[in-house]
């Protein structure tokens, strides 16, 4: 009889070069544990656990920054190279910030703190695998694990008909975008014959022995790059597959909805540009025309959709539907420039959107206000420390200088311009000044509009138990102005300085951008 021997070769520095990922899974496992055996309420308990285990994680990844990383690990199926810390970086912070504003939602929906703050390091995990990977089987793994974790944490306030839904057709939907990608990737595999992204780059610019000369005319590839777009445009709500995004987002618990918004866009962002721009950078005729479309497609759709909306969740919805066909443009350039600039718009995306959403979560928290625009009337009057950083956000989000968000913009532009592809620049323009116009019309509504006393907004209850904060009468309220739980406070400062220095003193973050692409690029070959 004949024994095959496998030799497994994973030394220390393979390990080491996950330890964000690792920190992420480990923390899960204990929150489950802290779940099950730490009797009594434990929010507060969780809460700063999983902020301890995210602080970790950053810790481990700038160290992977500092030194260099690896450029290929666990048998080339990873890498800890510096494009993937700088996306863990946006991916980190985002779901800090959204960790810091879930208490309050918290004790007001009755969740299970453990399981819930569980499945936000699962999220975190998968989103960190899929910006960090060099294989289609890792990316898809990577996509399944933080769509799972997505698919219950939309839901998660369960008796809530909205919350419901927000699930449901979330997990619809990204199923079939999954099928998709799958098919996409099992095609280019067909006719690659690797699952590696580096390889499958080598074989298409024809360096590689035993891969087909044809490969870069073959239809299977064509068909398979379509099905590619497809899948990761579903999951970075691109028009035409963004239908399920303002529902999702309505529906689900804010705080979720928050980190959704920005760390989900980030990663699946990082592998779009791994797998086009790098694996696929060779064939960019194939697919460059599609991504134009797709481009111009969603920035004018994402901003006329957005004028008609009265609910603050739907209209940040369709916002991020038009900055997503900003990012596209950075990414049609397809240069170092655009995909720098695809870097530091996340970075800068993580303050002034989260941002948007702590202010939109704490106003449903105290009762008084929920998520229509018309609930907001005068709270500069009421509460100045809460209007001001949003009208900092608006402003940002819109790419009124000195913020974050216009040298994001202005970056973005500048790559297309570079590289030939000014039209995509003039839709952009033109539809950035469409978005001034609702952007604006938060701000007038806090600031120009007298305050009237709002019908408090009824908090979801599960069935036989009684409400988990009571109301308080309108005519109760106190003459002065309410103070912001301190976790609220740091949450929004955080994000409001953030749109603010990044806009003001870009440069040494946009140098950093720069140097995690030529990192990738170098890995893939390319100048």
Not at 30 to 50: A, E, I
Request: charged fraction near 10%.
């Amino acid at each position: 009889m004949i024994v095959a021997v496998i030799h497994i070769n994973v030394t220390l520095a393979d390990w080491g070069s996950v330890l964000p990922e690792l920190i992420i899974a480990g923390g899960m496992l204990l929150l489950m544990l802290v779940d099950v055996f730490v009797p009594g309420k434990k929010v507060n308990l969780t809460t700063w656990l999983t902020l301890i285990i995210l602080a970790l994680a950053f810790a481990a990844s700038w160290n992977l920054w500092r030194t260099g990383g690896m450029a290929s690990a666990l048998y080339g199926t990873v890498t800890s190279d510096r494009f993937a810390m700088f996306f863990d970086f946006s991916i980190l912070i985002s779901a800090a910030l959204a960790v810091l504003i879930s208490p309050g939602y918290i004790s007001t929906s009755a969740f299970d703190s453990g399981e819930y703050y569980a499945l936000i390091l699962g999220a975190v995990l998968g989103m960190m695998l899929m910006a960090a990977g060099l294989s289609l089987m890792v990316l898809f793994i990577a996509l399944e694990l933080l769509s799972l974790a997505l698919y219950i944490l939309s839901g998660f306030e369960r008796f809530r008909p909205r919350s419901q839904e927000a699930g449901f057709k979330y997990f619809l939907l990204s199923s079939f975008a999954s099928a998709f990608l799958l098919y996409g990737f099992a095609l280019l595999y067909g006719v690659t014959g690797s699952t590696s992204l580096i390889k499958i780059s080598t074989c298409l610019a024809g360096h590689a022995h035993g891969c087909s000369a044809a490969a870069t005319s073959s239809p299977l590839l064509y068909i398979g790059i379509g099905l590619m777009l497809v899948g990761f445009a579903f999951k970075v709500s691109i028009v035409p597959f963004h239908m399920w995004t303002p529902d999702v987002y309505e529906g689900a618990p804010t705080p979720v909805t928050a980190f959704m918004s920005v760390a989900t866009k980030a990663a699946l962002f990082a592998a779009f540009i791994r797998v086009f721009s790098m694996s696929l950078s060779t064939v960019e005729s194939h697919w460059y025309g599609a991504l134009w479309a797709l481009a111009i497609a969603t920035m004018v759709v994402g901003n006329i959709a957005a004028l008609a909306q009265s609910n603050m969740k739907r209209l940040l919805a369709y916002s991020g539907i038009a900055h997503a066909g900003y990012i596209l443009v950075a990414m049609a350039a397809n240069n170092a420039l655009g995909q720098s600039a695809v870097a530091f718009y996340f970075l800068a995306y993580t303050f002034m959107n989260i941002g948007a959403f702590v202010f939109v979560a704490y106003l449903e928290t105290t009762g008084r206000a929920g998520d229509e625009i018309a609930s907001y009337r005068g709270i500069f009057y009421r509460n100045p420390a809460l209007a001001l950083p949003m009208a900092i956000f608006m402003f940002s989000l819109a790419g009124f200088p000195p913020t974050a968000g216009f040298f994001a913009k202005y970056v973005a532009f500048q790559a297309a311009v570079q590289a030939g592809h000014v039209d995509l620049v003039v839709v952009g323009v033109i539809t950035s000044l469409v978005s001034v116009v609702y952007y604006l019309r938060v701000v007038a509504v806090m600031f120009l509009q007298p305050a009237e006393e709002a019908a408090p907004v009824e908090q979801p209850v599960p069935p036989e138990q009684p409400p988990a904060v009571e109301q308080v009468p309108a005519s109760a309220e106190p003459v002065t102005r309410p103070q912001l739980p301190w976790n609220i406070d740091v949450g929004i400062w955080t994000a409001a300085l953030g749109s603010i220095v990044l806009g003001i003193i870009p440069t040494g973050l946009l140098t950093y951008a720069s140097e995690s692409v030529t990192a990738v690029r170098a890995l893939f070959g390319l100048p």
